[in-house]
């Protein structure tokens, strides 16, 4: 039955770099960049859904700044469904001009709404989750999301409130999306056992998704219309960028999924799959370094991870370090981030790797363009 789904991936690629500068820049976001391996975060994300989607079924929004840097890297995706955003107008935008798009193809095709910088493990557990979403999404107006078994009360993450199984006892009923909880709620969402982290991943019909938002968005809806109505023609350019910045600047969350949630969970055909497998949306430098040690990809006895050319510890613990063409030494220093590249030095406490996007904020206020 699923072989006869159109299912389509929609892959989220916008993206300013400062998370992880300054390995990261305007036009070389994480999205682009290797962190945990030879490939980069979307090539990635693009090959572990290839076993349910050729890469011509396959669309991406980006910016200008990625796209060709993109297109480099995925060879065969069909440069058109490179879509690249003229502003940057949060997710629900993004994804309702994809339905839009998709809609004019297919009404009844299941988009798969995909971030393309997180980490995924066991993917034969996300396939099999997946699969179970696309056919729920397609059996009728239904909107999934792909739940995490939480590992810990973390506090950095959205949660999903599930409710009952539903009839076709593959989803759980979603009563209601939370932001990022306090240690408090955090600790009593584990203790329930029926909240998920929210891992950004939907999926829903063309269809659905396009009503969803003509619905929630009244006046930004007309608006993505438009844009996909010119979408193949030589005015596409032109209406894109006289029309998307005045779309309404939220996430697809806020905009579809909560006002529905709150309707009722029988009401809304909202659900959740409830997924095992491990999954880690690398944030900072800091998660980076997490995940490199619970994962035991890198690491010494020491606990420090280093990408380089070499580097020796003395009484050194629990440090990130990136130089990959220098040897570096490390003597009594700890829960350290040092990235080092061609044309910067990154120094900060990991405790405080968050707060790197302030930097590139800073250089852009006193005009050193260069390193952004």
Known sequence: MLNAIDFRPVILAGGSGTRFWPRSR?????????????????????ERLKPLAA???TWVITN????????DQLPGLPTAQIVQEPVARNTAP??????????????????????????????????KALQKGIAVAAAGENMVVLGIEPSRAETGYGYIETGDLAK??????????????????????????NYYWNSGMFL???????????????????????????WGTKQFDEVFHACYPKCEN????????????????????????????????????????????????RGDPEGNVADTGGHISIEASDNYI??????????????????????ALLIAHRNHSQDVGKIVKELGITGRNELI
């Open 64 to 71: 200008e700044f990625l796209a060709q840097e993109i297109a």
């Open 94 to 127: 993004a994804c309702g001009l994809a339905a839009f798009l998709i809609e004019r193809l297919n009404p009844a095709a299941v988009l798969g709404i995909f971030p393309s910088d997180h980490v995924i493990g066991d993917e034969p557990r996300f396939l």
């Open 168 to 193: 076709n006892d593959t989803a759980l009923h979603v009563r209601r999306f939370i932001e990022k909880p306090n240690q408090n709620r955090a600790d009593e969402f584990i203790a329930a056992g």
């Open 55 to 57: 890469l011509e079924k």
């Open 204 to 230: 829903w019909s063309a269809r659905t998704l396009a009503n969803a938002v003509r619905e929630h968005l009244p006046e930004t809806a007309p608006l993505l219309e438009t844009i996909a109505a010119a």
């Open 26 to 46: 305007r036009a070389r976001a994480k999205q682009v960049l290797a962190l945990d391996g030879e490939r980069s975060m979307i090539q990635q994300t693009v």
């Open 250 to 297: 939220i996430s697809v969350d806020y905009a579809v999924l909560e006002p529905r949630s709150a309707k009722g969970e029988h009401i809304s055909n909202l659900y959740c799959i409830p997924a095992e497998f491990s999954w880690n949306d690398l944030g900072s430098w800091a998660s980076l370094y997490e995940y490199q040690v619970e994962t035991r990809l």
């Open 322 to 343: 990136f130089s990959p063409k220098k040897f570096v030494a490390l003597v009594g220093v700890e829960n350290l981030v040092v990235v080092d590249t061609e044309d």
